[in-house]
């Protein structure tokens, strides 16, 4: 018995049916080309694209800024400045949950809760840490006090935490006090010359805070053979005449001590679980395996607890440019004038494994979902934080707020998604956004267009600050030039910043700084290559000090704010309103608003510089820019060529806008090495990433000046040529392999 193709019985039944489907098939692939010929000649993209190739509505931009209101955010910062909210406390959790359920209100799509089990430090509050004075027989003579004295009524609060540094050792130390200025490598560098015969060793250094990283300095300190680290903050650096210090002014008194973390490791985030997101399953290494963690005690004091040390001090005058602003000779010591009296530090702040908690906000792009684009702050703070970081988190829930009308009127929904992030424990290490980026790299490496941070939107009236990517600063100028002058109506942000802080290289902008490693654009930028900005209203360079005076002190209140720094909002404003606009574009225009030229530029002067400082050196051993200078110079083509692509694309071309914008995003990445700078390895970019000697600051082709860093000094010279060789090397294939993402299609 024979079959058919189909099986069964019946062969003719079998074979009539099959010509019949064949016949069915045909007429209707007949018609389906028929149809598909008729679309192609009466295609018009304009009339069948809709939404997908149409450019952001500008009428929206008017809208939302418009509708941001200063007392929106003054009410936002009693809120959450109201109390103290320190890391991985319940007040944590509750300014965690009032942002989520806030969000919600507000009308974005979600809101999520993401916690973190990681390691924070704290003082014990029932054996406060002691910097004491001891005389000969081992009795007390002076102790510093362990909190700041309350100064107006309305800032007490029992849960103000005592003054501590994050991670200090628990231990006690004593013996002879050294003056050693900030503690930078610099400082140690003119104590070898001013100082040779200065025996350092199992010294308790006392040191300004200031210039660098407290981080920085501990590891400085203890580099150098301390025994213990003392920090204060002095009035050249944070004060000023008595009656114009809190609650009078703005000014640190000198009670204030500034609290902070001193972990100062190339890998941000969670101490014991570096590289991985710290979820319960992670592997988390000991304590004593973090080389980043300081081994000497530290702790801060405010200046008047400063001055009761310094006078008394012994040894050579310190040299002019280490003077403070205390009313005494600086000295270097060591030890006192009556030299049977020594410092002791009795530190007790012991680490402990808590919950911190970042919040997510959702709103859901119209026609790229999948592409995000980042609006960040972190919302705890080392007390009331009514600058740091509440000024900023009250700006950001205003901007949110505005977003959130717009969406919930159906009248507008961004092109890409938009997301709100609040982030936990910054303060002490960057955790909070470091744990989340750990946790999603792969997607948000994938899908994130930029970072916008706002840590602390106002710590003064004088100018807008920014620093960011080079891809971002034509967006950044563009969103300055919408906002009006908080101060003056005839001028916009852009005008005044232009006017008091210019770019002393192209005077036609201000000046735009690069990223360091000082809030939660860090591990976007230098862990997964998204390009990120911080953006501020800040105070007059002029006045030569650190910080807003009060950083990091209990004299951080809503008062300070209310009454000395924004008693308006307006600045507030400004600055939400210029990080609104940026939001608001990168998400709705059709192409990103990146400028690949900028990048250029800045390679060009960021080689220069290497050229000025290094060259001659680099020449006697061989090493030439020739290579690298090669790279620039298709870095800089590939940029021309592709914004000239971009100006002549076919907007009506879905794929082929989608292409361009996904060469704009793959330009960051593309500076990442997944081998990290040497000895830096969760630092993954080129171009750009922390100083090693301050984590503030920003290095340019760090791989290459960490290198070069004091090369003759060091007896393993020759191994250091190499290292600075291979990073020469590493240099010019990543600016090339970053050109390429910019060409078309072909390799």
Request: aromatic letters at 10%; proline letters at 5%; charged letters at 25%.
């Amino acid at each position: 018995m024979s079959y058919s193709l189909l099986g069964g019985k019946h062969p003719r039944a079998k074979f009539s049916l099959f010509v019949t489907i064949l016949l069915i098939v045909g007429v209707g692939v007949g018609l389906l080309l028929g149809y598909l010929v008729a679309f192609s000649i009466h295609y018009d993209p304009e009339e069948t694209c809709g939404a997908p190739c149409e450019d952001g509505d500008e009428s929206i931009s008017s809208k939302l800024l418009s509708s941001m209101e200063a007392e929106n955010i003054r009410g936002f910062l009693k809120d959450v400045a109201g109390k103290p909210h320190l890391a991985g406390t319940e007040a944590d959790l509750d300014t965690a949950e009032y942002i989520r359920d806030t969000w919600l209100e507000q009308g974005l799509d979600s809101a999520t809760v993401y916690p973190y089990k990681v390691l924070l430090s704290y003082p014990d509050e029932d054996n406060p840490n002691k910097v004491q004075i001891l005389n000969s027989d081992g009795t007390v003579n002076y102790t510093c006090a362990d909190i700041e004295q309350s100064l107006r009524p309305g800032d007490e609060d029992p849960d103000i935490v005592k003054q501590f540094n994050a991670y200090s050792a628990a231990k006690m130390s004593e013996g002879d006090l050294v003056y050693v200025n900030y503690a930078r490598v610099e400082d140690f560098d003119t104590l070898a010359i001013e100082a040779p015969n200065l025996n350092l060793t199992d010294k308790i250094f006392i040191a300004r805070y200031g210039k660098i990283f407290r981080g920085n300095k501990a590891l400085n300190a203890q580099g150098h053979g301390a025994a213990g680290l003392i920090l204060y903050s002095d009035p050249k650096d944070y004060g000023s005449s008595e009656d114009e210090t809190y609650p009078n002014g703005w000014w640190l008194p000198g009670t204030g001590a500034q609290r902070g973390n001193l972990h100062a490791s190339d890998f941000k985030g969670d101490p014991l679980t570096p590289g991985y997101p710290s979820k319960d399953s992670t592997f988390r290494i000991d304590e004593d395996e973090n080389p980043y963690l300081p081994t000497i005690p530290v702790h801060p004091i405010g200046y008047d607890d400063a001055l009761a040390l310094l006078r008394e001090m012994d040894g050579d005058e310190a040299p002019s440019s280490w003077q403070g602003g205390l009313n005494i000779t600086y000295k270097l010591g060591p030890g006192f004038v009556d030299s049977d009296r020594k410092v002791r530090m009795d530190i007790h702040t012991s680490n402990d494994q808590r919950w911190t908690y970042n919040v997510i906000g959702f709103i859901r792009g119209a026609v790229e979902p999948d592409r995000y684009v980042l609006v960040g702050n972190h919302h705890d703070a080392w007390i009331y934080g009514s600058v740091d970081p509440s000024s900023g988190t009250a700006a950001m829930l205003e901007i949110s707020r505005a977003f959130g009308e717009l969406v919930k009127s159906d009248d507008w929904r961004p092109r890409r998604s938009v997301l709100f992030c609040t982030w936990g424990a910054e303060e002490y290490g960057l955790i909070g956004s470091t744990e989340w980026v750990e946790e999603f790299a792969k997607n948000l490496g994938a899908r994130s267009v930029a970072y916008l941070n706002i840590d602390s939107a106002v710590n003064g009236d004088w100018s807008l600050r920014a620093k960011s990517s080079p891809l971002l600063r034509q967006a950044i100028f563009n969103a300055a030039k919408k906002v009006t002058d908080p101060k003056d109506s005839s001028k916009t942000v852009f005008d005044t910043w232009l006017e008091r802080i210019p770019d002393y290289d192209n005077y036609v902008v201000p000046y735009i700084s690069n990223l360091g490693s000082g809030s939660d654009f860090a591990p976007f930028m230098y862990r997964i290559g998204v390009p990120g900005l911080d953006i501020r209203y800040t105070y007059d360079n002029s006045l030569g000090i650190s910080s807003y005076p009060t950083y990091h002190t209990a004299y951080e209140t809503l008062y300070l704010m209310e009454e000395f720094i924004d008693p308006t909002f307006t600045h507030h404003l400004a600055t939400g309103r210029v990080m609104a606009e940026l939001a608001r574009n990168i998400s709705d225009s059709l192409i990103i608003p990146f400028n690949c030229n900028d990048y250029a530029t800045k390679l060009n002067e960021s080689v220069a510089s290497l050229k000025s400082n290094y060259e001659e050196d680099m020449k006697n051993k061989g090493i030439t820019f020739d290579t690298i200078d090669s790279a620039v110079v298709n870095f800089t083509s590939a940029a021309n060529a592709l914004h000239n692509t971009i100006n002549t694309v076919d907007r009506h071309d879905i794929l082929a806008v989608r292409a361009v914008n996904d060469q704009l995003m793959s330009v960051e990445r593309a500076f990442i090495d997944p081998l990290g700078l040497p000895d830096r390895q969760f630092l993954r970019h080129i171009v750009f990433a922390p100083s090693s000697t301050n984590s503030y600051s920003s290095a340019t082709f760090p791989g290459i000046v960490d290198a070069m860093f004091k090369i003759d000094e060091d007896p393993n010279e020759d191994e250091r040529w190499k290292t600075v060789e291979q990073q020469m090397s590493v240099a010019a294939l990543t600016i090339q392999a970053a050109a390429t993402t910019m060409t078309d299609y072909q390799l």
